[in-house]
């Protein structure tokens, strides 16, 4: 007998994937059922998001014990897939973006606090959102705690000095989880709590004048700075949490401000 698919998705959960991963996994694999076909939503996906689907199928298939799926799955040519790092802010960019947010002009205070420590934490949003008070509590005693990272590993969270001091500030409100900050509603999927973390954000960039960054931009613009002040890669690893040094390795490129400050070292004297 298959699974049902919310047997399926407490099957996710207990893997420890993420809400909005085991929604788009629950997605493929319904599509496929009610197509009497699961490889259909991995053949009509675009590459973009074949990946996702692929590994939906398989592990409702591995789940099912349906071990034809699994063999047609091998046998679909594999896609390539271009990897390139997303949009990023520039330094002058992220101060503005913190003078903003430190005039407490624009949001409530727990929300500005909130978003201040995520600017400068360097995880991703949904990370972010489900820390919980007794891993601020620890930050307080140790310089890092264990945290569960999007794919479900663990990873050792060591954050700056005015991050902690800017969590340890949240603990005056109340809530179980730092996305109880951005929702009225406990029971609100994580990528309604995301999003209106990117209201948030958008209203802030407008303030202070920055074309709109999406939340994982400041996690790009940290990447960056740690690779240009010559961290080494494998520090840098660990500190974002990437399961390979391959995702890490992606950041390894001049930005803008660090590619104009060198030729203008360079040309210095030759034009004046």
Wanted: positive net charge; charged residues 25%; contains cysteine.
């Amino acid at each position: 007998m298959k699974p049902t698919l919310e047997d399926y998705e407490d099957t996710l959960r207990k893997n420890g994937l993420r809400e909005r991963t085991i929604s788009q996994y629950s997605k493929a694999v319904r599509r496929g059922l009610e197509q009497n076909d699961l490889l259909e939503p991995v053949e009509r996906a675009p590459a973009s998001s074949r990946a996702i689907a692929k590994a939906a199928v398989a592990s409702y298939a591995k789940l099912a014990g349906l071990q034809d799926v699994l063999r047609r799955l091998d046998q679909l040519p594999r896609l390539r897939r271009v990897r390139r790092v997303g949009r990023t802010v520039s330094k002058e960019q992220w101060k503005r973006v913190l003078e903003v947010l430190r005039s407490g002009s624009f949001l409530p205070k727990e929300r500005s606090l909130a978003l201040e420590a995520f600017v400068q934490s360097g995880l991703r949003v949904g990370d972010f959102l489900q820390l919980d008070r007794g891993t601020i509590l620890a930050l307080a005693i140790q310089p890092s705690v264990p945290i569960r990272v999007k794919g479900g590993h663990e990873v050792s969270w060591c954050p700056m000095d005015n991050v902690r001091i800017l969590l340890q500030a949240l603990m005056v409100f109340r809530w179980g989880q730092i996305r109880d900050l951005f929702t009225t509603r406990p029971s609100s999927k994580i990528v309604a709590v995301e999003n209106a973390v990117r209201r948030d954000l958008r209203q802030v960039c407008l303030a202070g004048g920055v074309p709109y960054a999406n939340p994982h931009a400041f996690r790009h613009a940290m990447a960056t700075a740690l690779l240009e002040a010559k961290v080494d890669i494998r520090v840098v690893q660990a500190i974002l949490g990437h399961a390979s040094i391959s995702t890490t390795a992606l950041y390894q490129h001049p930005s803008t401000d660090l590619q104009k400050a060198s030729v203008e070292k360079a040309m210095k004297g030759i034009f004046e």
